[in-house]
């Protein structure tokens, strides 16, 4: 975290409540679940929340109030993104089935497709959305952009419809929010083009996995997928056993750096916080 300011006292728990009288400032662990009602009570001078993750929806309307909640926005750029990258090239260079075949030591030679002259629509334009779009600038693709709203050289959600069908590869990397959740249903699937891949490295929700499993199983389309809903995935889920499914457990931003920067993060904003600036990366609404 850096140099903390002489008046702050940081104490690190994993159960905050043991030390709850004067906490104003809170810095959940990594992963940690939203909180139960008996650790705000106890937390009744908190008046900060810094989240060590990007995705804020598991907190949202559980604090009072009086409470600012803070997500981890940039931290995870530079993991999520390569993770992005990682799973769009190992899908269209079929290394899944290459490993499958070093596994049986089978020299499995074959032809594959490839990620040069692609049109890639990236559905969200945040943080990471951003890292995508650049980590993959160098492939020689064409790259769509879409917000929820319209801004120079990014598409707004209305114009998803048109652009769906013209692309080779969809990223999904929105917030899960009240308007997310599910906005990849059939229809949209549907309006995917034969071949395409869609990639979620957002959360589970956002995906309906009833649609998503009903689609895959054509063959049609193919999914690179770090989250599901459920998640963990269930065994024995379909998901599982598709030869057009690349999977891996919700690691996109589980990578050696995460906690360095994370930690980073919540000293600047402990340092602003003492110093009574601005906060950054203030949860409003949603997200």
């Known amino acids: 975290m850096g140099d903390l300011p002489g008046e702050v006292k940081c104490v690190v728990s994993e159960r905050p409540d043991l030390d709850a009288p004067g906490v104003t400032f809170w810095v959940p662990p990594f992963l940690r679940p939203?909180?139960?009602?008996?650790?705000?009570?106890?937390?009744r001078d908190l008046q900060v929340v810094q989240l060590l993750t990007a995705g804020a929806d598991a907190w949202i309307g559980r604090l009072p109030g009086p409470v600012t909640l803070c997500d981890g926005r940039g931290i995870h750029t530079k993991a999520t993104s390569e993770w992005a990258l990682t799973a769009i090239l190992s899908y269209l260079r079929d290394f899944p089935l290459f490993a499958r075949a070093q596994a049986r030591q089978e020299w499995a030679y074959k032809v594959t497709?490839?990620?040069?002259?692609?049109?890639?629509?990236?559905?969200?334009?945040?943080?990471?959305g951003e890292g995508i779009a650049a980590r993959l600038a160098p492939f020689e693709v064409t790259i769509d952009r879409v917000a929820r709203t319209a801004r120079d050289g990014v598409h707004g959600l209305a114009e998803l419809p048109d652009l769906l069908p013209k692309a080779d590869v969809v990223v999904v990397?929105?917030?899960?929010?009240?308007?997310?959740?599910?906005?990849?249903?059939?229809?949209?699937?549907?309006?995917?083009?034969?071949?395409?891949?869609?990639v979620n490295a957002a959360r589970g929700p956002?995906?309906?996995?009833?649609?998503?499993?009903?689609?895959?199983?054509?063959?049609?389309?193919?999914?690179?997928?770090?989250?599901?809903?459920?998640?963990?995935?269930?065994?024995?889920?379909?998901?599982?056993?598709?030869?057009?499914?690349?999977?891996?457990p919700h690691v996109g931003g589980s990578v050696r750096g995460t906690l360095r920067r994370a930690y980073a993060l919540a000293g600047e904003q402990i340092r602003r916080y003492a110093a009574g600036e601005a906060l950054i990366n203030i949860v409003t609404g949603e997200y």
Request: charged share 20%; aromatic share 4%.
């Open 34 to 43: 939203a909180p139960t009602a008996e650790t705000l009570t106890a937390l």
């Open 113 to 128: 497709d490839e990620l040069a002259d692609k049109r890639v629509l990236i559905v969200g334009s945040g943080a990471i």
């Open 173 to 198: 990397i929105v917030p899960l929010t009240s308007q997310t959740r599910g906005m990849v249903d059939a229809a949209f699937l549907a309006a995917l083009r034969d071949g395409a891949l869609f």
């Open 206 to 248: 956002v995906v309906d996995t009833e649609a998503l499993t009903a689609e895959l199983a054509t063959g049609r389309i193919g999914a690179a997928l770090d989250v599901t809903d459920p998640e963990p995935l269930p065994p024995r889920h379909p998901l599982w056993a598709m030869p057009n499914v690349l999977l891996t």
